[in-house]
């Protein structure tokens, strides 16, 4: 099967400016993630989907972070505008999110995310 | 607030030998998932091994294993026959039961292989 899918792979822009990631998951998963991982840290979890509700953003900055999934596949992730200690690789993730194992036992499948870097 | 500690920032081993990467957690809550991922340069976090914390048997998969002690909220991995694409960062990860919960990670480890 194919796996979570993101663009741009890489991404460098100056501060203050905006930008957008892509995330499509894996065909039939339900749950979509997003993950900020700031170098020498583990991922952080910035927004969690389940189909096209939002199911946990308390960790999002909201005055600059925006996610949306609309039509409960594919997701975008912006920041506008842009600081500094954005500098990160972004993650997306997706499991299924129904069924057995729905508790928090099903695996997370992560695309290869997407570097970020703020001059 | 559960959180989880790697205290190891980076370790080494020689090519065939065995190393042991190390973990704790804090929690409150008496059921819930553990695992390790393996992040290579690639970026692509991939699941290595989990644990469910009501098993009491240890989880092995080929060459991985755990040591899950409870009590003691430890949660080591074991790589057996270490081999150059084991090469890698290695995060601990903790997952509470309960839809939609939550998986937090620690700060990884960077594992080195010698040839």
């Known amino acids: 099967e194919a796996g979570v899918a993101q663009s741009p792979r890489y991404k460098i822009i100056e501060k203050r400016q905006s930008v957008a990631f892509w995330c499509n998951p894996i065909s039939g998963h339900a749950t979509l993630y997003w993950y900020q991982q700031i170098l020498g840290q583990g991922p952080k979890l910035l927004i969690q989907f389940q189909n096209n509700g939002v199911v946990d953003d308390s960790q999002l900055p909201k005055d600059r972070f925006s996610a949306e999934r609309l039509k409960g596949v594919d997701s975008t992730l912006k920041i506008q505008p842009a600081k500094l200690e954005d500098s990160a690789v972004y993650l997306c993730?997706?499991?299924?999110?129904w069924g057995p194992g729905a508790d928090g036992n099903q695996p997370q499948h992560f695309g290869d995310g997407t570097r970020l870097s703020i001059l | 607030a559960q959180t989880v500690t790697q205290s190891q920032p980076e370790m080494s081993v020689q090519e065939a030998e065995t190393v042991t990467l190390s973990c704790t957690y804090d929690t409150s809550e008496s059921d819930y998932y553990l695992f390790w991922y393996k992040q290579p340069p690639s970026r692509q976090m991939i699941l290595v091994i989990r644990?469910?914390?009501?098993?009491?048997q240890n989880a092995t998969e080929n060459r991985f294993s755990v040591n899950f002690q409870k009590a003691a909220k430890s949660f080591s991995l074991k790589i057996s026959d270490s081999q150059l694409g084991d090469a890698a960062m290695y995060f601990c990860?903790?997952?509470?039961?309960?839809?939609?919960?939550?998986?937090?990670f620690g700060k990884g480890i960077t594992l080195s292989v010698r040839p």
């Open positions: 644990q469910e914390a009501y098993k009491q």
């Open positions: 993730a997706s499991s299924l999110g």
């Open positions: 990860a903790y997952r509470p039961t309960g839809a939609n919960s939550k998986l937090t």
